[in-house]
């Protein structure tokens, strides 16, 4: 193995890897691991180890389908949708042929439908613009306390509220005798994730807009507004907005393996609500800024895929969901299930299990070392803090915050990759816990002391 002295490396990683071989940025890549995570200790990965991924609950790779129709986009109508000659206005009219595309799936009205640049922007884009609309000085907001930080940290931010957080049970469910109490003190926004990225816990949405419409009736109102971050949703869940009935909704392209960089918000009409960027005023006044057009014809493209297939594909995840929580099982059998149980009240493509005193931070990166990508807890989250996921937390379980992870995989999984995800989970357990093992002793079943 070639090797690289430290002091060389004083470029951007962009700049390095160019001047290296592929082996040796690798060795860089785990070298700077091994600098900044004391907790991480220098291996070199097998070379009979594959390469499994079981993170798609934080992105999923762009359709071939889709990518073909990205790059005849890029070429055919690269010109700005907003210009008055000829091409311009070709590009426009290709842009609501695409909104009204969306529309179509989603089953909503074409000039409900705004396209942002990511989940996170829409998610600010339906808090803030709620709240700067409203004339009323004494505002409210309730949220779920396992939402997304894109969802959570934008309401925190915001002065001159009140910040509800909403309690969850050990399953992950919102609380709906909670909920029923704090409509009563007049929120103008409720703000929850359809399903949970971290756990699969698919809320009850039906029994919080039964409660949200009781109030409204008997108030003779038309708060709170009711948003809900579905991109965690789409893949394995039917969204049919005629029937959901929220005011508000966010999908993701990057998560219903579409182009990143592209989303939507709906936003039901009469809703009250203040654009967040200002500018050209695209997007009929509510979103400004030079339309994405190949991203977003990806982005529908891959909607319309996903609804035609889902069913399919949730065939073939139901059944990698059930055989890789018997292995886990088998190969742990102290370990315990986070989230719902399997079944209709949980996605089917999640699961996030504690295993009693690993650390799960560096689980996460013996298991990359072996091949195998998968996590700890939102992406989004992992940036900003260690190995401490407070959705985990909320659950009640001693500490399990700090020693659980997600696996979250697709139609494409092989159950033969999943024998081989356990074989190193017990590997990568072992190491966390100070029991060097080697890989050809993993097939054997790893008995541990919690």
Not at 348 to 358: D, E, G
Not at 390 to 410: D, H, K, M
């Amino acid at each position: 193995m070639s090797t690289v002295k430290i002091s060389e490396l004083k470029d951007s990683p962009s700049a390095i890897k160019e001047k290296m071989s592929e082996e040796i940025f690798i060795e860089w890549h785990y070298c700077i691991f091994d600098i900044f995570n004391q907790n991480y200790s220098r291996m070199t990965r097998p070379t009979n180890t594959k390469n499994i991924f079981l993170d798609y609950g934080g992105g999923t790779p762009i359709d071939p389908r889709v990518l073909s129709v990205v790059r005849n986009v890029e070429k055919k109508f690269w010109h700005n949708p907003s210009a008055l000659y000829l091409e311009g206005v070709l590009a426009k009219k290709e842009l609501e042929k695409l909104r009204k595309e969306a529309s179509e799936t989603l089953v909503c009205l074409p000039d409900e439908i705004v396209f942002t640049s990511s989940g996170t922007e829409s998610n600010n884009f339906a808090i803030r613009g709620v709240i700067s609309a409203s004339k009323d000085k004494k505002l409210s907001v309730l949220f779920s306390g396992i939402d997304h930080p894109s969802t959570i940290e934008t309401i925190k931010s915001i002065q001159n509220i009140k910040a509800v957080s909403l309690p969850t049970n050990e399953f992950g469910f919102m609380d709906i005798s909670f909920l029923k109490k704090e409509l009563l003190k007049k929120p103008i926004l409720l703000s929850f994730n359809y399903v949970n990225g971290e756990i699969g816990t698919i809320e009850n949405i039906k029994e919080i807009m039964k409660a949200v419409r009781f109030y409204r009736k008997t108030k003779k109102t038309i708060f709170p507004y009711v948003h809900i971050d579905a991109s965690q949703a789409f893949n394995v869940l039917p969204i049919k907005l005629n029937e959901l009935g929220v005011d508000l909704m966010t999908l993701s392209s990057d998560k219903v393996y579409g182009p990143k960089g592209v989303s939507l918000l709906f936003i039901r009409r009469g809703t009250k609500i203040n654009p967040i960027i200002t500018g050209g005023g695209q997007e009929g006044g509510m979103r400004s800024g030079t339309e994405n057009l190949p991203a977003i014809t990806g982005f529908v493209e891959a909607i319309k895929i996903c609804e035609k297939e889902r069913a399919l594909r949730n065939k073939t995840i139901v059944l990698i969901q059930k055989k890789f929580l018997a292995l886990l099982y088998k190969g742990f059998p102290k370990m315990m299930l986070n989230g719902p149980v399997l079944g209709d009240k949980r996605s089917p493509n999640n699961i996030n299990v504690c295993i009693p005193s690993i650390d799960s931070e560096q689980a996460v990166l013996v298991m990359d070392k072996l091949g195998v990508k998968i996590s700890f807890s939102s992406a989004c989250k992992t940036l900003a803090e260690r190995s401490n996921s407070y959705v985990i937390g909320s659950l009640n379980r001693e500490n399990c915050a700090t020693s659980s992870l997600r696996f979250s995989f697709n139609h494409g999984t092989k159950i033969k990759d999943i024998a081989t995800v356990v074989k190193y989970l017990k590997k990568a357990v072992a190491d966390s816990m100070g029991k060097k093992i080697k890989l050809e002793d993993t097939n054997k079943s790893l008995r541990y002391n919690s």
